[in-house]
């Protein structure tokens, strides 16, 4: 029911910022607990940031932390991740993510990935 569409990636240089966008539609995000993924070339898709269902709980990977935010704005049903600083170790596809924060960790549900979002960053 609830579909997901990420936005604002593109190309950057080293240093520079980007803020995605996840917008959702067909269901309130207000229950769900969310988070960034990112998926670069032959490599796992990796955790970048969580977020729970109030907002209140944030997480962030070692690699990004003081580098990015994570926030949600319930009025506009809507997650984002402002990326300062960024790397080209940066360049992935980033795509969010409903899923659960239980037992220590994040868990997605594999049924509410979006499409995801290109970001590269140039040196």
């Known amino acids: 029911q609830v579909q997901l569409v990420e936005s604002g990636g593109g190309l950057v240089q080293t240093g520079g910022s980007l803020r995605l966008s996840c917008a959702a539609s067909g269901r309130t995000i207000s229950n769900y607990d969310m988070a960034w993924f990112r998926q670069a070339p032959g490599k796992e898709r990796e955790l970048v940031a969580g977020i729970n269902w109030s907002g209140h709980i944030t997480s962030f990977a070692d690699s990004v932390k003081g580098r990015f935010t994570i926030s949600r704005d319930e009025a506009k049903n809507t997650m984002y991740l402002q990326m300062n600083s960024l790397k080209p170790e940066d360049t992935a596809v980033y795509y969010c993510?409903?899923?659960?924060?239980?037992?220590?960790?994040?868990?997605?549900?594999?049924?509410?990935w979006g499409q995801g979002t290109q970001v590269t960053v140039s040196s």
């Open positions: 993510n409903i899923g659960r924060f239980y037992s220590g960790s994040y868990h997605p549900d594999s049924n509410y």
